[in-house]
């Protein structure tokens, strides 16, 4: 089957099996910040946003992104860095494998909620695993990059 | 001459952090060529079997199918995925495919195919007639069992480690110090139990996964996630049996390995699928694959017997360790080794010490390495018996440590007779408990509304480098207007070490981090590295780094003082130019660096390596604050506070983020990580659903500090960091448990349901 969607802000068509996953027919198209950790919805790892809202694309039939916005890491690749770089600077970006996934949760808690507190933002991103950080570090980062403004 | 920034001590961002934030396709399967065949396996679904009969025909007529591969096709020299330095110590007991079944999820057979659609339908078109065997999957009952996992005469143990097939034996071994029996029977208080860890899964976040292709010259180039390219060089030419000419490894980007990938897990799937059909393959394990057949922790039960005199000294341990290897022996002779080396050394008022040992082979998942490597293990069981001695004391288990606990200065018997040359134990304790509030909070508090705090200790140590067997390489060039090319054999698997060893670097040629340029591992081109395992980086290719610059220097001045028509001697350099010491002359770095291109027989250009005849242990100190819901016995972590000492740290964000990370990995173990197995063999725990990784809901306040120490053997003072940080948590949460509760579990994980079974048989 064929669908249209818009990836990072342009139109790409694709054929499609009605089985394939977003996950997978996303690193097709060549975004490759779209890691798979698990078969289970339970890692975090594939974070895209569908019409702005976070989305496990390990769970979504690529069907479903027929006439959707559907945005990566690779579409958001300043804000990524932008953020990036204050998980670098605590250390906390580390093997990396998780950071797309969590990144693009992290961009859409800032645009959704404003001025979170420590737990709320635990809790927002409580579906992002990580392996190597202990979470300390990322929590670090994430709340100096929310209060970089204030400090500016 | 102006003070320059120094490296060695300053957080700087690693130098790859950018393509990791942006999500740049760097990693195994982001690179792997799009017409890679892709590789499966078909799993066994019984413990223990036999392949009377395996039909492939369907599944190799199916379209899209390129092969399919059974035991017939494979070579029948066993080998060992074991990452470990030839000749190792882990036994050749493996084949690529073999005709005896030893765990559900051992492979029967390889499929390779255009597409995963294909390949998953060809799978289920392969038909196998197996003779259905009596599994061992108890491992106190694996020794001397009748029932034989390694039967087999080709089956062969390259070192003296004790092991014998014909009893189910892996390792066996027993050493000791002085007269334990009788100072036991001496001693006013021996405390004997028995403690028990599970097969924890390493759950790095990027599965196993490896692609292979056939070069121009036709050699088998692996492209692999892995801590170990020089002995995956050495393991796939085994397993395939040709010639280790005939193959490079390259690592990537890799997403963790915690241990996991210290063992060539899926390596040699895709290799032998190549060099058999000629074609690039890939394959990438599922999540499921990399629960039920991969290399976690060893099961270990620990029994301790620990004597103490009336006052609390210690006189005496003795201390059996009995470890589950598995279907296969990858790490069995060395992991258990640790769990009595590197948790008897933390006392030094201990008289007289045995450890013994045995490593059993059962019809379970094979283990392997996973960051503590045994030592995380011997010190639950060690730990949480000096926490149960000072409760029989009536003792604060602080105060029992610091009367116990091993100093700078003392001679480590249990410890190969090493000396602690540097050791801040005692001050790591110092300041956890400020951190923690120790003093106001131990044992416990009642707050009132039915839920009590309560904290709990724990020391750990570990090593920095297999003295005398790791081999660390680092060589560096020299190019044009003046850079430096650092080529490693080490592999930076997250941990930061391409960065960190840069900064080592940079320090010792005086000159900025960006003027050096990183390469990581290909077996065609870098210096010989044993790998990154044993927490061995930092320490050992760290003086690598040390040496390769100091070479570097020499060869700099060399050619500088002959360009200025001087001699070395002549001469000095202070990492932009080479100098005249009494005139003007020099010549800078830059023109040195260009003017070598043309004319030149003398190359700039260094590789140097490194070993150590010691192991200096870093050591740590973690305590845990929890509350517990004394009607359900449900508890929270509350606080964790680890204080480290790794020497000196070069790195000290890097290291923070390390020690945070080992703690959560620890935690995880503590609390939510089981591994259970039906009566059948099979792992219940077989994704993430059910293998509870902690949440960032889950790890409470964890808080890190650094008490430095200098060691006098590792570049600028350095141990090791990697390891010893997921030591403490399970001992000291397992205390905080017992303080709270007055009961102590003794196997892993703690959870509500232990706590409260216990709670329910000691009122009876």
């Known amino acids: 089957m064929n669908i249209e969607m818009t990836l990072n802000g342009k139109l790409a068509k694709a054929e499609i099996e009605p089985g394939t996953l977003l996950l997978d027919l996303l690193r097709s198209l060549g975004c490759y910040s779209v890691k798979r950790g698990c078969e289970t919805s339970n890692c975090g790892l594939c974070t895209v946003w569908m019409d702005g809202v976070p989305t496990l694309s390990c769970s979504v039939l690529a069907a479903r992104a027929d006439g959707h916005e559907i945005t990566t890491l690779e579409g958001v690749r300043e804000e990524a860095e932008a953020f990036g770089a204050f998980l670098a600077a605590e250390g906390a970006d580390q093997c990396g494998f998780c950071s797309p996934g969590l990144i693009m949760n992290v961009l859409a808690m800032e645009r959704e909620l404003e001025s979170p507190a420590m737990d709320e933002i635990r809790e927002y991103l409580a579906g992002n695993l990580c392996r190597c950080t202990g979470y300390a570090g990322q929590m670090r980062a994430i709340e100096k990059y929310l209060n970089r403004k204030k400090e500016a | ?764």
């Not at chain 2, 995963?116 to 197996?130: M, P, Q, S, T, W």
């Not at chain 2, 390259?158 to 007269?179: P, S, W, Y």
């Open chain 2, 1 to 764: 001459m102006e003070k320059k920034e120094t490296f060695v001590g300053s957080s700087v961002s690693k130098k790859d952090y950018r393509a990791l934030v942006t999500g740049k396709p760097v990693y195994t399967d982001d690179i792997a060529p799009r017409d890679c065949l892709v590789v499966k396996v078909l799993r066994c679904p019984h413990a223990h079997a036999w392949i009377e009969e395996i039909d492939t025909s369907k599944a190799a007529a199916y379209p899209g199918i390129e092969a399919v591969f059974t035991w017939e096709d494979c070579s029948q020299k066993r080998f060992t995925l074991a990452g470990q330095t030839y000749p190792e110590p882990s036994p050749y007991d493996r084949l690529v495919l073999d005709r005896r079944m030893r765990f559900v999820g051992d492979a029967a057979a390889i499929v390779a195919g255009a597409t995963e659609e294909a390949v998953d339908r060809a799978l289920k078109l392969i038909k196998i007639k197996y003779q259905v065997l009596e599994p061992v999957l108890d491992f106190r009952t694996a020794k001397d069992n009748p029932v034989l996992i390694h039967p087999e005469d080709s089956w062969q143990s390259l070192c003296t480690v004790g092991a014998d097939n014909k009893r189910n034996l892996c390792a066996a071994g027993e050493e000791a110090h002085g007269d334990v029996d009788s100072i036991l029977a001496s001693c006013d208080h021996v405390i004997e139990r028995t403690y028990h860890c599970k097969a924890n899964q390493q759950a790095m976040m990027e599965t196993f996964r490896t692609y292979a292709e056939l070069d121009a010259y036709g050699r088998l180039v692996v492209t692999s996630s892995t801590q170990i390219p020089f002995h995956v060089r050495r393991i796939v030419a085994n397993a395939l049996d040709i010639p280790k000419s005939k193959v490079r490894v390259i690592k990537p980007r890799i997403g963790g390995g915690f241990g996991a990938k210290q063992t060539a897990v899926s390596e040699m799937y895709p290799a032998f699928v190549t060099w058999k059909t000629g074609k690039p393959s890939k394959m990438i394990f599922s999540r499921y694959e990399s629960q039920i057949a991969s290399s976690p922790r060893h099961e270990m039960e620990v029994t301790v017997r620990l004597g103490a005199d009336k006052n609390g000294v210690f006189q005496a341990v003795d201390l059996y360790t009995l470890s589950n290897t598995g279907a296969f022996g990858e790490h069995g002779p060395t992991t258990v080794g640790l769990s009595g080396h590197k948790s008897i050394p933390l006392y030094s008022t201990i008289k007289a010490f045995r450890f013994h040992y045995d490593v059993v082979y059962t019809n379970t998942m094979s283990a392997g390495a996973y960051r503590g490597y045994g030592a995380t293990q011997g010190i639950f069981a060690l730990e949480s018996a000096v926490n149960e001695m000072a409760m029989e004391l009536h003792m604060d288990p602080v105060k029992l440590r610091e009367m116990n606990m091993v100093h700078e200065g003392d001679v480590m018997p249990a410890y190969y007779g090493e000396t602690a040359n540097s050791c801040a134990l005692d001050r790591c304790m110092k300041r956890a408990k400020e951190m923690i509030g120790w003093d106001e909070k131990w044992p416990c508090k009642d707050m009132g509304n039915g839920k009590v705090r309560a904290v709990g200790v724990a020391m750990a140590m570990q090593g920095s480098s297999i003295s005398k067997v790791d081999v660390a390489g680092a060589t560096l060039k020299l190019n044009d207007d003046g850079f430096y090319s650092l080529m490693i054999g080490a592999s930076d698997m997250g941990t930061g070490c391409d960065t960190t060893l840069a900064q080592v670097a940079a320090d010792c040629l005086g000159c900025d981090l960006d003027n050096i340029v990183t390469h990581g591992v290909d077996t065609d081109v870098s210096p010989y590295d044993s790998g990154s395992y044993a927490s061995s980086t930092a320490y050992l290719t760290g003086m690598a780094v040390v040496k390769a610059s100091q070479s570097m220097v020499e060869k700099i001045k060399e050619k500088g003082a002959e360009y200025l028509g001087l001699t070395a001697d002549d001469v000095d350099f202070d990492g932009d130019r080479v100098y005249c010491v009494d005139g003007d002359a020099f010549i800078s770095l830059k023109d040195i660096g260009n003017q070598v291109m043309c004319n030149n027989g003398k190359a700039l250009e260094v590789t140097e390596s490194h070993s150590s005849p010691v192991s200096p242990p870093p050591f740590m100190v973690g305590m845990a604050e929890i509350e517990l819901d004394k009607e359900t016995c449900a508890f929270e972590l509350v606080d964790y506070v680890g204080v480290i000492d790794c020497g000196t740290p070069i790195n000290p964000n890097l290291v923070r983020v390390q020690t945070e990370g080992g703690l959560g990995q620890g935690i995880g173990m503590a609390m939510f990580e089981d591994v259970t197995r039906s009566e059948r063999g099979r792992v219940y725990e077989n994704s993430f659903m059910q293998y509870k990784l902690p949440t960032r809901m889950d790890t409470g306040n964890i808080r890190v500090e650094i008490e430095s120490s200098y060691e006098p053997t590792g570049p600028f003072g350095v141990k090791s960091v990697g390891e010893v940080v997921i030591n403490t948590p399970s001992p000291a949460i397992a205390g905080a448990v017992a303080a709270a509760t007055g009961v102590q579990i003794r196997e892993l994980p703690v959870t509500p349901e232990k706590i409260f079974r216990e709670l329910a048989s000691s009122i009876k």
